[in-house]
C-alpha cells in the first residue's frame, strides 16, 4: 500500500486522473490525501466531488476555504452569489447528497504511524498538535450539528486576527476555521495577515510564513498542507507545502508519505493565468 498525497485540485478532475494514472493508483490498496479545495475555479467542480466521495476510504479529504464557501452557499446562502461551477453542485440532482458528504470532512487529519498532519492551510503556531486536533473537533461538532447555518453565516472575516483561548462563540470558530483554510502569513506578534498572497521572497520582516514562526509548536510532526500557489512545492523539515497551481495553469502533484518518492506532477490543461 502506498500513501500519496495532492496538492489543491479545485476542479481539475482531468488533470487528478492523468496523476492516478501517473501513479498506478490503485484504490483497492493504495490511499490518497486531498489537502482540500476539491472545488471552484476549475471546470469540474460537481465531478470532482462525485470521484473523489466514490473512492471512499481510498481518500481522505480535509476541508479547505473553497469547499467551506460552497458548504455555505448551500446551507446558509444570503448575499454572496454562488460561481457558475459551484452553481452546477447546487443545482445538480444529487448535490445535497454531495454537500451532506463535504460537511462531515474534517479540519485536520492525523495519522500516528505516518507521523503526519493533514490540513488545508496550516497549524497555527502558538498551537500544539494536541490543541491543533481539538479545536479542529470544535468547529466540527458545530459543522456537523443540528444548525451548522449560523455559523457559516458569519464565517467570513479577518477577524479576530490574534488568538486567545478566552475566544469564544463565532470569534473562536472563525479564527480556528481561517488558520487551518486561510492561513499564510504572520506577523511577529502571532497575528495572522490575510493581505499577502505572493510568496515568502516578495515581502521583508515585518510578516514571516506561519511555519517560519519563532517558538512554533507543532514542530514534531510533518505537516502536509496546500493553498498557496505562490510558495508552490515547499518541504523543509517537517513541513510539506503541495498546491501548485494546477487551476492557475500550473502542475498537480503528488508525494509519497510512505516512503522517500520522487514527486509526481503533471501539467494543466487550465490556461496559465498568472
Known amino acids: 500500500m502506498a500513501v500519496y498525497a495532492v496538492g489543491d485540485i479545485q476542479g481539475c478532475l482531468d488533470e487528478l486522473r492523468d496523476l492516478l494514472d501517473a501513479l498506478t493508483f490503485d484504490a483497492d490498496k493504495d490511499r490518497l490525501w486531498l489537502v482540500g479545495d476539491l472545488v471552484n475555479r476549475g471546470p469540474k467542480s460537481l465531478e470532482t466531488l ?4 466514490s473512492l471512499g476510504d481510498a481518500a481522505i479529504t480535509v476541508l479547505g476555504n473553497h469547499d467551506l464557501h460552497l458548504l455555505a452557499l448551500a446551507i446558509a446562502p ?72 449560523k455559523f457559516l453565516q458569519k464565517m467570513y472575516g479577518g477577524e479576530p486576527a490574534l488568538w486567545s483561548d478566552d475566544l469564544t462563540g463565532t470569534k473562536r470558530l472563525r479564527f480556528i476555521v481561517n488558520s487551518f483554510t486561510r492561513m499564510r502569513f504572520c506577523r511577529p506578534d502571532g497575528s495572522l495577515d490575510f493581505s499577502a498572497k505572493l510568496g515568502p521572497e516578495d515581502y521583508d520582516g515585518d510578516i514571516v510564513p506561519w511555519y517560519q514562526m519563532p517558538k512554533r509548536k507543532a514542530t514534531d510532526v510533518r505537516i502536509v498542507f496546500g493553498h498557496w500557489s505562490t510558495l508552490g512545492y515547499h518541504e523543509d523539515g517537517y513541513v510539506l507545502s503541495l498546491d501548485t497551481g494546477c487551476v492557475w495553469g500550473g502542475l498537480l502533484t503528488a508525494a509519497q508519505l510512505d516512503e522517500h518518492s520522487p514527486l509526481v ?5 487550465q490556461p496559465r493565468r498568472y
Open 78 to 149: 444570503g448575499a454572496r452569489s454562488p460561481e457558475k461551477d459551484l452553481r452546477r453542485i447546487l443545482k445538480a440532482k444529487d448535490g445535497d447528497e454531495l454537500i451532506e458528504w463535504l460537511l462531515h470532512r474534517p479540519l485536520l487529519h492525523y495519522d500516528k504511524k505516518l507521523e503526519s498532519v493533514l490540513v488545508h492551510a496550516g497549524i497555527y503556531p502558538g498551537w500544539t498538535l494536541k490543541k491543533a486536533r481539538a479545536l479542529a473537533k470544535e468547529v466540527e461538532a458545530v459543522l456537523q450539528g443540528p444548525q451548522p447555518e
Open 50 to 53: 462525485r470521484f473523489v466521495r
Open 265 to 269: 506532477q503533471v501539467r494543466s490543461r
